[in-house]
């Protein structure tokens, strides 16, 4: 089976304190699960806090960057893909992924989101309103799971794999 990727997406320059401090810590959890940290590999907000916290523990760190170079980049990015599909990448991750954890909320994650629930990908909301919470339910068909931080998220991760791992 190869690798597990954990797709990390949230705000970028817009996200919050908490948004930041869920994302490393997600970061350091996946990676101390043996499982990859993939994230949109930007040196801003949710993708880059994420990248660190994994980087921290010594886990392995992708970014599914969406230009043709890495200006601009986090350094914690281990594996730079360098897709070239701007906001096309969205769909990148959401198929790299074998979970995905939206940690906090801008336009571009709900893309993120949207598109790995078209996918049939678990996707878990961490931090997330009611509302975008209810938008996001009526397109679920039971991949949707919401958490309340980030050690219950990985948790969540965990029972997602062992489930998928026991049932083939």
């Known amino acids: 089976m190869g690798k597990i990727a954990i797709g990390v997406v949230g705000p970028g320059a817009t996200a919050t304190e908490q948004d930041i401090e869920h994302a490393f810590q997600l970061g350091r959890g996946i990676a101390a699960a043996g499982w990859v940290t993939l994230t949109g590999g930007m040196a801003s907000g949710v993708m880059d806090a994420a990248l660190r916290g994994a980087a921290s523990v010594g886990g392995l760190t992708v970014g599914m960057v969406p230009n043709a170079h890495r200006h601009g980049t986090s350094s914690a990015i281990e594996v730079a893909i360098l897709t070239d599909l701007g906001s096309g990448r969205n769909n990148v991750m959401a198929l790299s992924s074998h979970a995905m954890v939206a940690c906090g909320m801008s336009l571009g994650t709900a893309s993120e989101v949207a598109l790995a629930l078209k996918a049939k990908r678990p996707v878990i909301l961490l931090?997330?309103?009611?509302?975008?919470?209810?938008?996001?339910?009526?397109?679920d068909d039971g991949g949707l799971i919401v958490a309340a931080n980030p050690a219950e998220t990985i948790a969540a991760i965990g029972k997602i794999l062992a489930s998928r791992d026991a049932t083939g």
């Open 127 to 139: 931090g997330v309103s009611a509302p975008t919470v209810q938008f996001f339910q009526q397109w």
